[in-house]
């Protein structure tokens, strides 16, 4: 089983076969309330992305994944239109969430790992992936407008 969950908080961190983040929700990044990993197989053609939660339940999630950033579905003002996100994933219950991507070996993509997370101290939440190899939408405002989240840049 592969683990993923993109969110804010703790690092991410890659070594060529794994990259690894928090999944943060509310915008606590000291409280993440799952993780997200990302694993290959051993010929790097397929990505494998993994939402798991701690002690919340995973309501939906929403992941786009390629190689040029102005490829997000977006809205007006810039903000990734989640809900327009278009991959879907291969095993979905309550506290993990499967992605398997087909993708080429040698390319860099970016990932918006996205949720909508319950949990019992803080209730329904939204909730994004965040670490070293992820960067806040803010800093690309000219592409992402203001929305709060992340999004990760993996090598594969």
């Not at 990044?29 to 053609?45: A, L, W």
């Not at 690309?140 to 407008?145: K, L, M, T």
Request: with cysteine; aromatic share 14%; charged share 15%.
């Amino acid at each position: 089983m592969f683990a993923l969950l993109v969110l804010m908080a703790a690092p991410v961190f890659g070594n060529g076969v794994e990259y690894y983040s928090d999944l943060v929700a509310g915008q606590d990044e000291d409280n993440p309330v799952g993780e997200i990993s990302i694993t290959f197989n051993m010929g790097h053609t397929m990505m494998y992305i993994t939402y798991l939660t701690y002690d919340c339940d995973i309501l939906e999630t929403h992941l786009w994944y390629g190689t040029d950033l102005e490829d997000v579905p977006r809205t007006g003002s810039g903000n990734p239109k989640i809900g327009q996100f278009p991959e879907i994933p291969t095993v979905f219950s309550s506290d993990e969430v499967i992605y398997e991507l087909p993708i080429s070996s040698g390319e860099t993509y970016f990932v918006l790992a996205h949720a909508v997370v319950d949990c019992p101290c803080m209730g329904e939440e939204t909730a994004w992936g965040e670490g070293p190899f992820s960067t806040m939408f803010s800093e690309n405002q000219d592409i992402f407008g203001s929305r709060w989240g992340y999004y990760i840049t993996v090598e594969t």
